[in-house]
């Protein structure tokens, strides 16, 4: 089969962008299978340099004017054998409109996945812009999908209302490598957990607010911990700020955007990893903590909480809230103090072998692309 996945950028799996190290991985994948499989990606720098692959590559110019395709992008299409697939990834993207369009009139099938952004409380911002959007270019898109990949529950249920797709919708999980992951273990001195998060610094999206409200409430009511916020983002000094206001800046550490190894060991000296986010779509720092063996405190929304119920992988708090957050970071000290985070870990660990695996996962999106 010869696949090709279209995505902005370049699918660099160091980006902060999770969708780039999702494209890479999926693409890994497939090609272990015995696929041709290609990455396109439409970027405004197609001339720089990346990283190097083991796959072809072909970046695009990014036009000025948002509907518009590279010249070369055409030309690329019209050298394709009959039978290959297209796998668009990302939402609200004007030129996926476009290609959307070419691809229906040369009868080229198309896979779409938009990673996250169709959530309901993610369709708030800016919402009579999305709606205007979505009803004339977006629906256009997801009507002549052959199916649609979403990536939770969450994203399904807010799509449903918005579009009736008769059932070409499913929901595949992103996944994680073990084989990638490596680290350097440095022992604390410590009297307590370190919580710590790892991702965009944006406080609505990520549910930033809720958390240092929560670790505040906590060391308030006795916790020993720690709290490390690994990444970078518009809202860091506003968050800096909050912990200043709330007199935690010897309890919370920002260590600023990290990258591939170190971004690793950082985790792996986490004891409990939180994502309390508001939506999401999948969320890839979750996975790659659990594969870590990093019990996860996660919270409605994020998509992964049912996994980590049905693993007992850690703690999920329904519905989002300081005052949950705070109850669940006190279990975890218990865990921590009493030495059960070990089986909080094995069972996450166990979760990613199980569920989050790579080829698995490329093995049933092949299944959708040959239907």
Not at 175 to 188: A, H, K, T, V, Y
Request: glycine share 8%; net charge positive; with cysteine.
């Amino acid at each position: 089969m010869h696949i090709i996945h279209l995505l902005l950028g370049k699918g660099n799996p160091d980006r902060m962008n999770g969708v780039n190290k999702i494209v890479h991985n999926l693409v890994m994948g497939q090609q272990r299978k015995g696929h041709l499989v290609e990455l396109w990606g439409i970027t405004p720098d197609p001339e720089s340099e990346t990283i190097p692959r083991n796959y072809t590559t072909h970046f695009f110019q990014r036009q000025k004017l948002p509907f518009a395709l590279d010249t070369r992008f055409k030309k690329q299409l019209d050298r394709l054998p009959s039978g290959t697939v297209f796998h668009l990834h990302g939402a609200f993207i004007p030129a996926f409109f476009s290609v959307a369009r070419f691809l229906v009139r040369r009868r080229i099938a198309y896979v779409f996945t938009p990673h996250g952004p169709y959530n309901e409380q993610a369709m708030k911002k800016n919402k009579q812009i999305k709606k205007v959007y979505f009803s004339y270019f977006e629906s256009y898109l997801l009507r002549h999908a052959k199916t649609v990949q979403l990536s939770g529950l969450s994203e399904e249920q807010s799509l449903k209302r918005m579009l009736d797709l008769s059932g070409k919708q499913c929901i595949v999980p992103n996944g994680q490598n073990m084989e990638d992951i490596s680290f350097d273990f440095s022992p604390l001195q410590k009297k307590g957990p370190v919580f710590g998060f790892c991702g965009r610094l944006a406080i609505d999206h990520k549910g930033l607010d809720l958390m240092l409200k929560a670790f505040y409430n906590y060391i308030n009511q006795g916790g020993k911990g720690m709290l490390w916020l690994v990444g970078d983002g518009v809202d860091r000094e506003a968050l800096e700020q909050v912990v200043s206001e709330y007199g935690l800046e010897e309890k919370v550490r920002f260590y600023g955007a990290r990258f591939g190894q170190e971004k690793l060991n950082l985790i792996a000296n986490m004891d409990i990893f939180l994502h309390t986010s508001r939506f999401e779509g999948m969320p890839t720092a979750v996975v790659e903590a659990a594969a870590l063996g990093k019990p996860c405190l996660v919270t409605e929304r994020t998509n992964v909480e049912d996994y980590i119920d049905d693993f007992n992988a850690g703690i999920s708090v329904r519905p989002n809230s300081v005052d949950g957050i705070t109850s669940a970071m006190k279990r975890m000290e218990e865990h921590y103090q009493k030495g059960t985070l070990q089986i909080l870990s094995d069972n996450a660990r166990q979760m990613t072998r199980s569920v989050f695996n790579w080829d698995a996962i490329a093995d049933r999106l092949l299944e959708l692309y040959a239907a």
